[in-house]
């Protein structure tokens, strides 16, 4: 029998990243995957670490909120932040079964300035990277991750690892449960 997971997002690049960790992580399980399009009532381009994870948390309880049902529940949030005036870009994952919650984040790294300045002017990063790499809908496939590297690592690859970090309390029970 399979587990149901919810992933709160339409965004391929969010749904495929779901299914590379948890396939991962429990080698051994069948899983189904459904994608469902819930807000996470944030800013369109949350700036900050907080606002991002809330983001994630947000787009899980309105999945709950509707009803629907699954084994699993995964927010993912993409958030930018300013540090010594250059904006670093990141993403949270939430993961609930119900029970017992998960938590990881994805690396991060520096944004070119011209994307800094896009975003400061109100453009969210995946339209902003759009104009500056004159491509279209970068967040829904490679990210700026994947722009800016090459796709030597893509924003699944950078969310996948995220999601596994997530997954942690789960694979681990015995040490996450009071």
């Known amino acids: 029998m399979s587990k149901k997971i919810i992933v709160t997002s339409l965004n391929p690049a969010k749904i495929q990243a779901v299914k590379i960790a948890f396939t991962k992580m429990f080698p ?12 996470s009532h944030v800013a369109d381009q949350p700036m900050t670490e907080v606002e991002a994870l809330n983001g994630a948390k947000n787009r899980v309880k309105n999945a ?28 949270w994952v939430y993961v609930f079964d119900g029970q017992m919650s998960g938590k990881g984040r994805s690396s991060s790294f520096f944004l070119p300035p011209k994307v800094a300045e896009l975003i400061k002017q109100g453009k969210e990063l995946g339209e902003a990277d759009d ?4 491509v279209k809908n970068s967040k829904q496939s490679n990210g700026s991750i994947g722009l800016l590297t090459g796709d030597l690592i893509t924003r699944v690859d950078a969310l996948s690892e995220a999601v596994l970090l997530a997954l942690i309390p789960f694979k681990n029970k015995k040490y996450y449960q009071n």
């Open 28 to 39: 051994g399980e069948k899983f189904e995957f459904e994608g469902l399009n819930v807000p």
């Open 131 to 134: 104009l500056v790499f004159q």
């Open 64 to 91: 709950l909120q509707e009803g629907s049902i699954g084994d699993y529940y995964v927010g993912i949030e993409s958030g930018v932040e300013f540090i010594e005036k250059e904006l670093i870009v990141f993403g």
